[in-house]
């Protein structure tokens, strides 16, 4: 059983990863070029669901069941961690678009948990 949960957190550091190295190359693109502002928030919300859907199917071929709860747990730690990265860092997270994201990540992470299983 304490296992799943090693899978878990796995899944998760292995999805925040995989957004810290997108983002690192962002910033490099952003730093030559000029990206747009829409055009960036639509960069890092593609981020943040690949780095979810890595994570989930990490996670629930690890675990091998109940993948749309392994995908949801996945989803709602990186989110969480994502938040909190963010208040950390001085944004105001109660927007009704960071709502949206969040729901976004939680169906994003529940499929890919499903995926996940079937792959």
């Known amino acids: 059983m304490g ?18 190295i997108i983002a690192f190359i962002l910033a490099l693109i952003q730093t030559f070029s000029s990206i747009g502002e829409s ?3 639509v960069c890092i919300l593609i981020t943040s669901m690949i780095s979810i859907i890595y994570g989930c199917v990490y996670a629930t071929k690890k675990i091998n069941s109940k993948g749309w709860l392994v995908g949801l747990l996945v989803s709602v730690l990186y989110m969480i961690i994502v938040y909190i990265a963010a208040v950390i860092g001085g944004k105001d997270v109660l927007a009704i678009k960071d ?3 969040v729901l976004l990540a939680l169906i994003t992470g529940t499929l890919s948990g499903m995926l996940g299983i079937n792959l």
């Open 39 to 41: 055009a960036l928030s």
């Open 3 to 20: 296992k799943k949960y090693v899978y878990i957190g796995k899944g998760v550091l292995r999805g925040c990863v995989l957004t810290i």
């Open 99 to 101: 709502l949206w994201r």
